[in-house]
């Protein structure tokens, strides 16, 4: 009879072929390298969001609803950044780091569209995260002919990093960071540094929009207004 190879040392097997060679591509980085990277990144900008917080600084980007709608003097306001694991082989690697972010201005925005025109705005506005409160308005006759709606001077934004292990990519998300917008842009892992970090956050500000160059866009962003 043919030696039978135990169930603990074939799981060591694979473990260790797992560990050693865990990509299709010889050239995507082993996962703790990957998982390295992450780690470091978050502790970045959680120290980054931190500061923001404490500071509430002006953000220097036009958040244009249209129609000659914007929000006016924006300021960072209150932000959070959290994380996500998942395990390979039994290790725990980071796989997400989502960053969520108020940002206020000095007042509410009242829009008044026809009646016929409402649901498609009111979309806009659940496109964009936005919270906001419709109001019909009646002739004299009681037909509504037109809809008064207000936006509080809040703008929920977010960024979110979506690692894929299997072929070194982060995904980098921007939700209403430089415009009331949806955007991803793809980067290899081993580029999420320092350098990169601090473009991102210059985004946030309206300082620079340097991080928009710096990888290419995944998909087609779907513009608001």
Known sequence: MANQVSLLDELR???EAARESPHE??????????DKQLRKAYRWLEK?????????PPIDHRFDLGHGLVFAAPRFEQGFVGQHEQRIVGYPVLDEINISYSIVATSPLTIEVASGSAAAAEKVLDDAGLQYTAHRVEDQGGVVRKCAIVVP???????????DYRTGLVQISLLNVDR???VSLAFPSAAI???VLEDL????LGRSAAFLRR????GVPGQIG
């Open 13 to 15: 097997t694979q473990y």
């Open 25 to 34: 591509h010889a050239d995507v980085p082993g996962f703790q390298e990957i």
């Open 48 to 56: 980054a969001f931190a500061y923001l917080d404490g500071l509430k």
């Open 153 to 163: 001077p809040t703008i929920p934004a977010a960024i979110s990093f979506r690692a």
């Open 180 to 182: 009331l917008d949806r």
């Open 193 to 195: 540094d320092e350098p």
């Open 201 to 204: 956050v210059r985004l946030v």
């Open 215 to 218: 990888a290419p866009l995944v």
